[in-house]
């Protein structure tokens, strides 16, 4: 089965709709498809997928926060139907994003940036595109459009910065200048706690997204623990990650026992970029048992322990027991699909 738990519609910051998504996977002979809009469930994709004869379930990409460590993060999280407190929790994030653009615009406007918030905000409405659910690469995408921008660019940073890299060294706080563009507000991303708290509440999977871009190696080995330890029950291989990714994963899944979820982030832009892939794409150095493997674990979590007729109270001990059985499966996990 073909299967693909991560990519954006037009709903979020993806080119493409639910429905021409859905062609595309008939096209591809997908089996099981999870659209992870960023901060925002789309509800209605998981029902036209079923209707088209795919296998699909709510989904969502959350943008959290690593109060211990200082980072910013993102989980992939997945579940049969989430609670009203995860669509209130989402919204306080989205809303919260909308006041920092409208104060990032602000500060581009008085260096001297061709920008302006109503504009913006019409650009963007002509195209179907979802304006609650802004993100930086939005701003970036319109802010590239006026080669005076890019000039400008030029001039107050001494460096020829893409699309992408004006993004991370700009419009965030962490990279090399911040001092120029980047707005700072009092956070507003939910915690790890938090975000456990409603994957629990959910029977959910909360899935450590695409570690490969967000964490060194050395991160991953320190922080994975904690992590699982706070609530997470799964880690993404992306379809971008290295060999040495893939195995470090599959190392620290042995020992700690956390199920795997799947791919591209992909969203169906014209042209590719580092951290995105093709739909459906299939990294190379995982094999083809490991992906069959986990895919049986999560219709396990999502498909199957919601409709047995047991008590709540049981269904955290029989999961438990299935990623115990996962510790055992070794010799599935080091044969690659193909060698590179």
């Given at each position: 089965?073909?299967?693909?738990?991560?990519?954006?519609?037009?709903?979020?910051?993806?080119?493409?709709?639910?429905?021409?998504?859905?062609e595309?996977?008939?096209?591809?002979?997908?089996?099981?498809?999870?659209?992870?809009?960023?901060?925002?469930?789309?509800?209605?994709?998981?029902?036209l997928?079923?209707?088209?004869?795919?296998?699909?379930?709510?989904?969502?990409?959350?943008s959290?926060?690593?109060?211990?460590?200082?980072?910013?993060?993102?989980?992939?999280?997945y579940?049969?139907?989430?609670?009203?407190?995860?669509?209130?929790?989402?919204?306080?994030?989205?809303?919260?994003?909308?006041?920092?653009?409208?104060?990032q615009?602000?500060?581009?406007?008085?260096?001297?940036?061709?920008?302006?918030?109503?504009?913006?905000?019409?650009?963007?409405?002509?195209?179907?595109?979802?304006?609650?659910?802004?993100?930086?690469?939005?701003?970036?995408?319109?802010?590239?459009?006026?080669?005076?921008?890019?000039?400008?660019?030029?001039?107050?940073?001494?460096?020829?910065?893409?699309?992408?890299?004006?993004?991370?060294?700009?419009?965030?706080?962490?990279?090399?200048?911040?001092?120029?563009?980047?707005?700072?507000?009092?956070?507003?991303?939910?915690?790890?706690?938090?975000?456990?708290?409603?994957?629990?509440?959910?029977?959910?999977?909360?899935?450590?997204?695409?570690?490969?871009?967000?964490?060194?190696?050395?991160?991953?080995?320190?922080?994975?623990?904690?992590?699982?330890?706070?609530?997470?029950?799964?880690?993404?291989?992306?379809?971008?990650?290295?060999?040495?990714?893939?195995?470090?994963?599959?190392?620290?899944?042995?020992?700690l026992?956390?199920?795997?979820?799947?791919?591209?982030?992909?969203?169906?832009?014209?042209?590719?970029?580092?951290?995105?892939?093709?739909?459906?794409?299939?990294?190379?150095?995982?094999?083809?048992?490991?992906?069959?493997?986990?895919?049986?674990?999560?219709?396990?979590?999502?498909?199957?322990?919601?409709?047995?007729?047991?008590?709540?109270s049981?269904?955290?001990?029989?999961?438990?027991?299935?990623?115990?059985?996962?510790?055992?499966?070794?010799?599935?996990?080091?044969?690659?699909v193909?060698?590179?």
């Amino acid at each position: 089965m073909r299967i693909d738990m991560h990519f954006h519609s037009k709903f979020s910051d993806g080119r493409l709709t639910a429905v021409e998504i859905i062609e595309l996977a008939k096209q591809k002979w997908a089996g099981f498809i999870a659209c992870t809009e960023h901060d925002v469930i789309n509800t209605e994709f998981p029902k036209l997928a079923r209707e088209a004869g795919f296998k699909s379930v709510e989904a969502v990409e959350i943008s959290w926060k690593d109060r211990k460590y200082d980072k910013h993060l993102h989980f992939t999280c997945y579940a049969q139907k989430f609670s009203q407190e995860v669509h209130e929790v989402l919204d306080s994030s989205r809303a919260w994003r909308q006041d920092k653009m409208r104060a990032q615009i602000s500060l581009l406007q008085w260096h001297w940036f061709i920008i302006d918030w109503k504009n913006f905000l019409e650009f963007y409405r002509e195209r179907w595109v979802n304006v609650d659910n802004f993100n930086s690469s939005h701003l970036s995408s319109y802010v590239y459009m006026q080669d005076t921008n890019i000039a400008l660019v030029e001039k107050l940073t001494g460096e020829k910065l893409d699309r992408d890299w004006f993004v991370k060294n700009c419009l965030k706080d962490e990279w090399r200048y911040p001092w120029i563009w980047a707005v700072l507000m009092p956070e507003y991303e939910p915690s790890i706690e938090k975000c456990s708290e409603m994957a629990r509440d959910n029977n959910a999977i909360l899935s450590l997204a695409h570690p490969n871009f967000k964490l060194t190696q050395n991160q991953f080995r320190e922080r994975i623990a904690y992590y699982l330890e706070l609530g997470i029950n799964a880690v993404e291989i992306n379809a971008k990650a290295n060999k040495s990714w893939v195995d470090l994963i599959l190392e620290y899944r042995e020992k700690l026992g956390y199920i795997l979820t799947f791919w591209s982030d992909c969203h169906f832009k014209e042209n590719d970029d580092n951290e995105h892939w093709e739909f459906l794409a299939i990294n190379p150095f995982i094999s083809e048992q490991m992906i069959s493997l986990n895919n049986y674990y999560i219709q396990k979590k999502l498909w199957i322990l919601p409709t047995l007729n047991i008590p709540e109270s049981f269904r955290d001990d029989l999961w438990a027991d299935i990623l115990e059985y996962a510790k055992t499966l070794k010799e599935y996990s080091r044969t690659p699909v193909f060698e590179s």
